[in-house]
């Protein structure tokens, strides 16, 4: 979700501030946004998004919620214990599910139970365009456009007029080094 988040919101962003972007694709966008931070905030049963909502994360893989009150030792005791961190780390969102939409809220997991702040600025970001406002409307939505139960992370290209579509490509880091040129993500809005 840590990527999620932050395309959800560059295409906000984007579509709000650019020139010329027709009402149909800020709508679609708005849709697209409104959906993604419904599926982050648990709209299928299981929040992401830590103390909020259903079947929140309890266990998220950071060191000051899962240590004990101040003036005790925080030792791996406390980050192998099986239950609730100790301090609630209100509104971080943890990493996500797997690619099978398979998620297990435990702190050992820093892939999937990871927070940071790069994970929580695009999040955090996307949630003010929603407070500020969707405008999503069924109607929305065009000929031959990919709809909610596709997969729209695919490299092919839409069966779309290009004046009807906006591609935001941006590289993608998905360790700690550098971008690699050749691994990018193409956003179709």
């Given at each position: 979700?840590?990527?999620?988040?932050?395309a959800?919101f560059?295409?906000?962003?984007?579509?709000?501030?650019?020139?010329?972007?027709?009402p149909?694709?800020?709508?679609?966008?708005?849709?697209?946004?409104k959906?993604?931070?419904?599926?982050?905030?648990?709209?299928?049963?299981?929040?992401?998004?830590?103390?909020?909502?259903?079947?929140?994360?309890?266990?998220?893989?950071?060191?000051?919620?899962?240590?004990?009150?101040?003036?005790?030792?925080?030792?791996?005791d406390?980050?192998?214990?099986p239950?609730?961190?100790?301090?609630?780390?209100?509104?971080?969102?943890?990493?996500?599910?797997?690619?099978?939409?398979?998620?297990?809220?435990?702190?050992?997991?820093?892939i999937?139970?990871?927070?940071?702040?790069?994970?929580?600025?695009?999040?955090?970001?996307?949630?003010?365009?929603?407070?500020?406002g969707?405008?999503?409307?069924?109607?929305?939505?065009?000929?031959?456009?990919?709809?909610?139960?596709?997969?729209?992370g695919?490299?092919?290209?839409?069966?779309?007029?290009?004046?009807?579509?906006t591609?935001?490509?941006t590289?993608?880091?998905?360790?700690?080094?550098?971008?690699?040129?050749?691994?990018?993500?193409?956003l179709?809005?």
């Amino acid at each position: 979700l840590r990527h999620v988040g932050n395309a959800l919101f560059l295409m906000k962003a984007y579509t709000d501030q650019a020139q010329g972007v027709s009402p149909v694709i800020k709508a679609d966008v708005d849709c697209s946004v409104k959906k993604q931070l419904g599926y982050i905030l648990g709209d299928t049963g299981r929040s992401f998004v830590v103390g909020y909502g259903t079947n929140a994360p309890q266990r998220p893989h950071h060191r000051a919620s899962s240590c004990p009150p101040l003036g005790q030792a925080c030792t791996w005791d406390y980050f192998n214990n099986p239950g609730p961190n100790p301090h609630t780390l209100y509104g971080a969102l943890v990493g996500g599910p797997g690619p099978q939409d398979d998620y297990v809220d435990a702190r050992n997991d820093y892939i999937k139970n990871e927070v940071a702040t790069d994970y929580n600025a695009g999040f955090t970001g996307a949630l003010a365009a929603a407070v500020e406002g969707l405008k999503c409307a069924p109607a929305s939505r065009q000929p031959n456009r990919p709809h909610d139960d596709e997969d729209v992370g695919t490299t092919s290209t839409p069966e779309q007029p290009a004046d009807l579509i906006t591609v935001i490509t941006t590289p993608i880091n998905t360790d700690d080094k550098a971008p690699d040129a050749d691994a990018t993500a193409e956003l179709y809005c």
